[in-house]
């Protein structure tokens, strides 16, 4: 069964924590979180042969060590708060 990943990255702040006492669940929340989940849900499918990271300029940013020429631009245009 072929298996498919969809991945997006952004950095920002962000805000976490238990919810819920019936049922507790950790989550997090925060623009970086929405980015990263709309730039997971618009992008390709990822596979074993073919791997592709969406990252947002401020994930791009922080990651960028010597790797700028290794990423391509994947033309999508996303709105992001500041």
């Known amino acids: 069964v072929p298996t498919t990943v969809k991945v997006g990255l952004s950095a920002g702040r962000v805000a976490a924590g238990v919810i819920g006492s019936d049922s507790p669940r950790y989550s997090i929340f925060g623009d970086a979180v929405n980015t990263a989940s709309r730039m997971a849900s618009s992008s390709l499918p990822c596979t074993v042969d ?22 391509a ?8 708060r500041d």
């Not at 990271?53 to 290794?70: D, K, M, V, Y």
Request: net charge negative; no cysteine.
């Open 50 to 71: 073919n791997i592709a990271l969406h990252l947002s300029r401020p994930a791009f940013e922080s990651i960028n060590a010597g790797t700028q020429e290794a990423l």
């Open 73 to 80: 631009d994947s033309g999508l245009d996303l709105k992001a």
